[in-house]
T-cell receptor, first 117, second 115 residues
């Protein structure tokens, strides 16, 4: 069965520090998709990134970067030069890609990031 | 705004009442997913629907919960005879027809509080 583990429950940093949020996943499927979502204090879910299992190229988007390593089943998320507005709960999720799969997402427990001024 | 629309944003019910949560998917999206987020927890899949069909309800509680996505109108998540443990945020997500490799776009959620 699929599983996503976000071992860090809460992280607190001071503004401008870099911070990495860990995500480890389990799946028996060879094709799968990994996602990160942000949930700010207002409560909505904001899609950040999708990565498929056959593309291990790391990605950078502004201050955000993602490190996908199949060998360790990890899909870690780094925020460079953190800002107070980055304070949120961040969720990692997986979706299997087999033909019988219905597309549902399996979420980790989330990591609460607090960025202090 | 062509995003996923959920209403109401907040819903308060007394124990024993019924709760109806609505979700209108993004324009052009025919697949709807419902997730529940209990306090201090991650989101858990409940049900996946296409127009007029329930495809996967493996995450739905066996009793009191039902969902539909009619040919016309929004998807409805219905909770009968609510109990305190139903208090949670309920999120709806939608995706296009080929959902496996498309990101799911979420609504802002409905916060259900049971008195």
């Amino acid at each position: 069965a699929q599983k996503v583990t976000q071992a860090q429950t809460e992280i607190s940093v001071v503004e401008k520090e870099d911070v990495t949020l860990d995500c480890v996943y389990e799946t028996r499927d060879t094709t799968y998709y990994l996602f990160w979502y942000k949930q700010p204090p207002s409560g909505e879910l904001v899609f950040l990134i999708r990565r498929n299992s056959f593309d291990e190229q790391n990605e950078i988007s502004g201050r955000y970067s993602w490190n996908f390593q199949k060998s360790t089943s990890s899909f870690n998320f780094t925020i460079t030069a953190s800002q107070v507005v980055d304070s949120a709960v961040y969720f990692c999720a997986i979706r299997e890609g087999g033909s019988s799969n219905t597309g549902k997402l399996i979420f980790g427990q989330g990591t609460t990031l607090q960025v202090k001024p | 705004n062509a995003g996923v629309m959920q209403n109401p944003r907040h819903l308060v019910r007394r124990r024993g009442q019924e709760a109806r949560l609505r979700c209108s998917p993004m324009k052009g999206h025919s697949h709807v997913y419902w997730y529940r987020q209990l306090p201090e927890e991650g989101l858990k899949f409940m049900v996946y629907l296409q127009k007029e069909n329930i495809i996967d309800e493996s995450g739905m509680p066996k009793e009191r919960f039902s969902a539909e996505f009619p040919k016309e109108g929004p998807s409805i998540l219905r909770i009968q005879q609510v109990v305190r443990g139903d208090s949670a945020a309920y999120f709806c997500a939608s995706s296009p027809a080929d959902s496996r490799n498309q990101p799911q776009h979420f609504g802002d959620g409905t916060r259900l509080s049971i008195l």
